[in-house]
């Protein structure tokens, strides 16, 4: 475990958990924690023995969004020198697996860094939203975006121009969450389809993560194109015909990443 607001731990096999930790301040991300996050993510992707990544928080909160208190003075200029969409970016980056384990509140920067992880673990009294409309802003973080990608343009919009928060069952059932789960058994949960994920053949895991989020970006025929040329590179790695002859074999595979 390292890191003053960030905590590092290994939970399982090729699982990083990075934890958010600033319970005095619901999770709230300033530009330190921002800047920590990036640097630990960044150290994942160059770790061979890191195979998915969780974010999680504490059971008040995953994340309560950008810290106010440190923008609520600032100008236009202060606000593009943060540069925090790159920050952002650098985060989305990532060709790891990552997985939000969300107790508590995401809320508005919360919400996004949740967004922008690969699958959503939450609780059952976990609470999404975007309230930034209710200070005078909008998300800054892809919130008009991705979760209008995830939950359609007439839900989000009832979201976003109202800032209520809404439910874990309600986010999953909107297509925000991937699985909700008792409180006690987000973190749990999260490591252990991590777990699995760390398990499986890392050149096709990355492939899948790859293909998955520059095909939303495509039209469609353009998108399967790269689905399968993705897949007819594979054919060349030692984890395909592992995976195959273990299949014929009955017996379980080994991926070594080659
Ligand atoms: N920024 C800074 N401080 C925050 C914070 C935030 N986003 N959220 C909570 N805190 C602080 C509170 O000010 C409080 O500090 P003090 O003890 O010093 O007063 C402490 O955390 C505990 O908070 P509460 O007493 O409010 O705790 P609660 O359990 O009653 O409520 C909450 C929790 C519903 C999350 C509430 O704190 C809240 O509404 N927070 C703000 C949520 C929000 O508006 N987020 C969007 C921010 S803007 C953004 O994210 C967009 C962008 O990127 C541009």
């Given at each position: 475990m390292s890191g003053a607001e960030i905590m590092v731990e290994?939970?399982?096999?090729?699982v990083r958990l990075l934890r958010i930790h600033r319970p005095e301040a619901r999770n709230a991300l300033n530009m330190a924690v921002r800047r920590l996050l990036v640097k630990h993510i960044a150290a994942c992707s160059a770790?061979?023995?890191?195979?998915c990544v969780v974010l999680a928080g504490d059971e008040k909160a995953f994340a309560a969004g950008a810290d106010i208190k440190e923008m609520a003075g600032a100008g236009t200029v202060e606000m593009m020198k943060r540069g925090v969409l790159d920050l952002w970016r650098a985060t989305a980056a990532s060709p790891k697996p990552m997985i939000a384990a969300v107790r508590g509140y995401a809320l508005g920067g919360g919400c996004e860094l949740a967004q922008l992880c690969d699958i959503i673990i939450a609780g059952e009294s976990a609470k999404f939203g975007q309230p930034e409309i209710r200070i005078g802003i909008i998300p800054g973080g892809g919130g008009t975006q991705r979760l209008t990608q995830a939950i359609g343009k007439h839900k989000a919009m009832r979201y976003l121009l109202t800032g209520d928060p809404f439910s874990a069952r309600d986010a999953e059932a909107m297509g925000l969450v991937s699985e909700v789960v008792a409180d006690e058994e987000v973190e749990p949960h999260a490591v252990a389809i991590a777990a699995r994920i760390a398990a499986m053949s890392p050149l096709a895991v990355q492939q899948i993560k790859d293909v998955v989020l520059r095909g939303m970006d495509m039209p469609l025929d353009a998108a399967l194109t790269l689905e399968t040329r993705a897949l007819h590179l594979l054919f060349s790695t030692q984890d395909q015909k592992e995976g195959m002859a273990a299949f014929i074999e009955k017996r379980e595979p080994v991926f070594s990443g080659k």
């Open positions: 290994s939970p399982a096999e090729g770790d061979p023995g890191v195979r």
